[in-house]
């Protein structure tokens, strides 16, 4: 999805995104290790930008350690598929599980730190709603309808905004879930 041709990531992005529309195929698509599509997801989403050893831990291989001059899609509607292909994978409790066990989102925590569309911004915050929130113990139901977790331990997620005190510009926010 990394093609100097704007037409074809976006044909590539919206293929892949059709596909997770398809909950019954989520199996194929994101936990098949021959297939290992989450990178080619995330890959365009990541900066140049360090992570920890504990955000490592867990991370796809291909996502550790990238270059100083890797760029994320210039392009925000593209950048927006992609938030949106990892969205709909998060539909389910087995997909917000795995997006958790390899550790996407501190890829989408920093991408966010960096974006300038808005329309961008506020898909990552709906990924980030799903994929940070309190879930309830497998096996039990949630208390409201369609299943949503948060409400059935009392809790509503939250994002905390928290401005960079050294920096001129307050549009850059570093968001935390609490």
């Known amino acids: ?52 050893d504990e955000e490592m831990d867990g991370m796809p291989d291909e996502l550790q350690l990238l270059e100083d001059d890797k760029k994320r899609e ?9 938030i949106e292909t990892l969205l709909l994978f998060a539909t389910t409790r087995k997909g917000r599980d795995y997006l958790r066990a390899k550790k996407v989102y501190p890829v989408i925590q920093k991408l966010h730190l960096q974006e300038q569309s808005d329309e961008v911004k506020e898909v990552i915050e709906r990924l980030v709603n799903m994929i940070m929130r309190d879930e309830a113990p497998e096996g039990t139901v949630a208390a409201t309808a369609g299943g949503a977790a948060a409400a059935s331990v009392g809790k509503d997620l939250a994002i905390e905004e928290v401005v960079d005190s050294d920096s001129d510009d307050e549009d850059i926010r570093i968001e935390e879930i609490i």
Request: proline fraction near 8%; aromatic fraction near 6%; charged fraction near 30%.
């Open 1 to 52: 999805m990394e093609h100097e041709d704007k037409i074809r990531r976006g044909g590539c992005i919206s293929a892949v995104k059709n596909g997770a529309f398809d909950v019954d195929g989520h199996e194929g698509l994101l936990f098949d290790e021959e297939l290992n599509l989450l990178p080619y997801l995330l890959l365009p989403l990541s900066g140049p930008e360090e992570y920890t």
């Open 74 to 82: 210039p392009d925000p509607k593209l950048r927006v598929k992609l």
